[in-house]
């Protein structure tokens, strides 16, 4: 008869120091390792009672605790039955057919429930962007699903179009259609490797790329008027504005990374940060306009803006989200009052910095290094680091109005 222990796998600590939680399943002096989709550490597990527990410290409340341990306890009595299962029909088996058995039965893991624990796990490692991003997604799934449970084994190909035609019917963009089936798919994989899910893939036939949006950029004259404006009886669509132009003249610094910048990453006339999306590691000469936004907003806190509030990582992603949604409200207003045809976000400050440079000559290659990105494979390949000195000239020339 086969044995079957609960346990956390010492021999594969994550990055965040936490372990799998593992079932280890031996017969016939065999063992094997059936995964779960939980991640703990070493304080979240009892090992003699064999039972997650909750820790004041931890991200799931004494709630999420008790249905991790139902779900665990499922999971255990159906592993036992594929055993028992095969001992009638065959006879003889060997561990890895219990596993297989198990993956290949319909285990009851329900769809949205995955989802849930996968948002906690991306949480726990302060991932929050896709914490988020999978979180929008899940709600969006339990509306189409309204209420009903889905077992992961239920998703197949009809479910997948039934739902994306349930997206278009609500009138979304094609490419926020693609932005909840790329995530879908995402989670889908990931259970079928953490076997969740069996069987074949139900998105083979789904094309998923996003289609190209207009691009949004600003000319000369547009942006002289949103520097020329005077926004001093309405502070906000002030700060609004600043937030825009900082963002231009640092180069099209992202607007994350502006408001996270701290006043540390500013020394010797430069300003070093990595970027937050891909962690590449950027200077930016400090330009007069530059220097005149920070002293302007100079304020008690660390950062150079007052946008970031708490200690954890959590509340400071939220703090960055309110912004984000506030700056892009009151640009609209700022382009309204500047007569700007162009609807005004953050993102449109990067990209005019990068359409106005093309427009001087520039390499393409040049700006691709300027703007930090990492997707130009094909430049990237015959370009080595640029001296800054380069990338600063070419920025002063872009912000010289």
């Not at 996968?118 to 991932?127: G, V």
């Not at 035609?165 to 926020?176: A, D, I, P, Q, V």
């Not at 949004?216 to 005077?230: I, K, M, N, P, S």
């Not at 926004?231 to 992202?254: I, Q």
Request: charged share 25%; with cysteine; aromatic share 10%.
């Amino acid at each position: 008869m086969a044995s079957l222990k609960l346990l956390l796998n010492k021999s594969r600590m994550l990055q965040d120091g936490t372990f799998p939680l593992v079932f280890q399943l031996i017969h016939r002096r065999r063992k094997k390792l059936v995964y779960t989709p939980y991640r703990l550490y070493e304080s979240e597990f009892d090992v003699e009672r064999g039972r997650v527990v909750f820790v004041s410290s931890s991200v799931r409340n004494r709630k999420q605790v008790s249905e991790i341990n139902r779900t665990l306890r499922t999971m255990e009595k159906q592993i036992l039955a594929c055993s028992v299962r095969l001992a009638r029909e065959q006879g003889v088996f060997t561990v890895d057919d219990i596993v297989q058995a198990y993956r290949m039965a319909d285990n009851g893991l329900d769809l949205m429930a995955y989802f849930e624990l996968l948002e906690q796990r991306k949480q726990a490692q302060n991932k929050l962007g896709m914490a988020a991003a999978l979180h929008s997604t899940r709600m969006s799934l339990s509306l189409f699903v309204a209420g009903k449970s889905v077992c992961l084994s239920a998703v197949d190909t009809a479910f997948v179009l039934a739902y994306e035609e349930f997206l278009k019917g609500r009138g979304l963009s094609r490419n926020t259609v693609c932005y909840y089936m790329r995530n879908f798919r995402a989670v889908y994989n990931r259970a079928r490797y953490e076997g969740f899910a069996a069987g074949g893939d139900p998105f083979v036939h789904m094309r998923m790329a996003p289609c190209r949006t207009m691009k949004r950029a600003l000319d000369d004259e547009a942006l002289r008027r949103l520097l020329q404006t005077d926004f001093s009886n309405s502070p906000t669509l002030e700060m609004a504005r600043d937030l825009f132009l900082f963002s231009f003249y640092a180069r099209g610094m992202p607007f994350v990374d502006v408001v996270y910048l701290r006043k540390s990453n500013i020394q010797g006339g430069v300003i070093t940060y990595a970027q937050r999306k891909t962690g590449q590691c950027l200077q930016v000469a400090m330009l007069p306009q530059l220097e005149q936004l920070v002293k302007k907003y100079d304020n008690p806190s660390e950062y150079v803006f007052p946008l970031i509030s708490g200690f954890e990582e959590a509340d400071q992603y939220l703090s960055y989200r309110k912004a984000l949604g506030w700056a892009n409200y009151h640009l609209k207003w700022v382009g309204r009052r500047c007569g700007i045809s162009v609807r005004l976000t953050t993102y449109v400050a990067r990209h005019s910095w990068a359409t106005r440079a093309k427009s001087l000559g520039v390499p393409v290659s040049v700006i691709s290094e300027s703007l930090g990105h990492t997707s130009e494979r094909t430049t990237r390949i015959y370009l080595k680091e640029f001296d800054h000195s380069i990338v600063d000239e070419v920025n002063e020339r872009v912000a010289g109005l």
